[in-house]
């Protein structure tokens, strides 16, 4: 000890008895008062006492488990906020629903072809290439349409059927596929759940034998299963017994992406819809729901077509009708800031007849010197029919993208319907300002590089016929 510290003992000793006389003092005094036990944490949350280890961490040392408390709820709020804006919402019709007995879940999903993605690295150059791998991003597919309760699946860039179909058979789930014509690996497929419904017709449509192309489509009757009830959005609940089951059409397709072959595009839904139409009168005129990838964006006059029944096929030009080139020129969703008539209106205004070659125009609409298409299927859009927000709707009420890779981000998914449904809820697609936080899809989240598009549609008349 140096000579600094002399003389200090006493004083320690005297602050010790003082220490201790009032120590005596308080015991004195809390014998006669009852002490409450205070919480130190009284806002916590219990805790998870079996946490699934997150391996995709990698510490320094051992010790990095022992943070700090306040660090390990910044981190537990940054979690839970990014997870809430990269969630999908259900928003719900305006119409009262609650009468309505009888709903289905229809999802079309684009989930990415392996061999289109291999096939077209530049497109997915900022993905990881983890995020692009078939054995991920199938369980990430199958877990997200298990979330939906979906009862009627429409696959497009299917490439992988077998696989897929032995992993949803496993959630109830009965498919049918179709693959493209030609060289090309991936097709079309159809998934609906086994105990709800009975697939009593499949038709197939190969657009090559009408010289368009090698893309294909399907065509599926279904029959509900009154006898198999199931809960939820699925539940398909019968007022009374029923002497005829519910019948419904289901078709998929995926139509040619090349811009530049406005015709083709036009003839392949064309054709699309008037087999689903002529199939639909066939089987007593029974509701039809039509689903897919039709590579056009909503400001297109392919869009036009199925929204109005009709169109004039020389007031546009063959290379831009499906509105790709203007949606992908600067990888900008394509937002026009007038109403959908509109500018449509304006659009034809601005310009002149185009001349498309008689080869251009039969194949088209389907005839030899034809230049108005007018179809008898009279369809609704799912999406414009429930009304969302402008963070994730357009003008049309069409979602703002569906789509989204290094060269386009847009919208060219869609489900219509014929007036025998009623969209009763849509999930919401992801606002833009979130999408392009991932700089492109897939995702740690999501699966492909297309949105599923989802839709909870009743029946509009109850089975008395109300």
Known sequence: MTNSNRGRPNQEILGANHMAKRRMSYQAE?????????????????????????????????????????????????????????????????????????????????????????????????????????????????????????????FQEVDRFDNLDNLLQNDGF??????????????????????LFTLLYQEDIEFQQFGLRNNVAQLCILEVNHDKLESDACSLTPLKPCTSNRRFLVGNIHVLFNPNRGDIKLGQVRLFVDKAYKLSQGWGNIPVILAGDLNSVPQSAIYEFLASSKLDIQLYNRRNMSGQLEASSSCRVFRPQVGYEASISMSVSRQLVYRWSEEELGLAAGAEGVTHLQSHLKLHSAYAGVPGNNKTRDVTGEPLATSYHSKFMGTVDYIWHTK????????????????????GLPSKKWGSDHLALVCEFAFANNEDGS
């Open 30 to 154: 809390s014998s006669s008062t009852p002490i409450k036990k205070r919480r130190l944490f009284p806002n916590s949350e219990p805790v998870n006492r079996n946490p699934r280890p997150n391996w995709s961490l990698h510490t320094s040392n051992q010790f990095e488990a022992f943070r700090s408390s306040s660090r390990v709820r910044r981190k537990k709020m940054a979690r839970k906020s990014s997870n809430d804006v990269s969630s999908r919402r259900w928003v719900f019709s305006s119409k009262d629903h609650i009468n309505y007995k009888d709903k289905i879940v229809v999802v079309s999903y684009n989930i990415l072809g392996v061999e289109n993605a291999l096939k077209h690295p530049d497109l997915y150059s900022n993905i990881p290439h983890r995020f692009l791998e078939w054995d991920r991003r199938k369980l990430l597919i199958r877990e997200e349409v298990y979330s939906y309760n979906a009862s009627i699946l429409c």
């Open 174 to 195: 009965k498919g049918v596929y179709k693959a493209r014509t030609g060289e090309a690996y991936d097709g079309c497929a159809v998934f609906w759940k086994d105990k």
């Open 420 to 439: 025998e449904f009623v969209p009763v809820r849509v999930l919401e697609t992801l606002p833009v300002d979130i999408l392009r936080r991932t700089k």
